[in-house]
Each structure stands twice: as structure tokens, then as C-alpha cells.
């Protein structure tokens, strides 16, 4: 019996992966923009705000 729980998850699996939005390589939302340079960076980077 086991076993038919095993193959039913994976089964659960196989449907869950299907329906998932491929990102093409694009940044996830909300993600940090990837720069392999300070000068890349300057014109995204702000100051993070504190709240008190």
C-alpha cells in the first residue's frame, strides 16, 4: 500500500510542475537586478529606509 502513495505523490508532482510559469530566464519578481560591476549597480541602488 505504501507504494501507491509513493506513485500518487509523485503523480501530484508531475501535474504541479506542469502548470508552473517558466521564467525564461528573466528575474523573478521582486529579485535584486544582477551587475558584475559597481558602475552597473549605482543607477539601482537605494538606500534602504529603517522604520522606527
Do not use: D, H, N
Not at 529579485?31 to 558602475?39: D, H
Request: proline letters at 12%.
Amino acid at each position: 500500500m505504501p507504494a501507491f502513495y509513493l506513485m500518487f505523490a509523485g503523480v501530484i508532482g508531475v501535474i504541479a510542475a506542469a502548470f508552473m510559469p517558466e521564467t525564461a530566464r528573466k528575474p523573478l519578481q521582486g529579485s535584486m537586478p544582477a551587475v558584475e560591476t559597481e558602475g552597473e549597480a549605482k543607477p539601482w541602488w537605494r538606500p534602504r529606509t529603517t522604520i522606527r
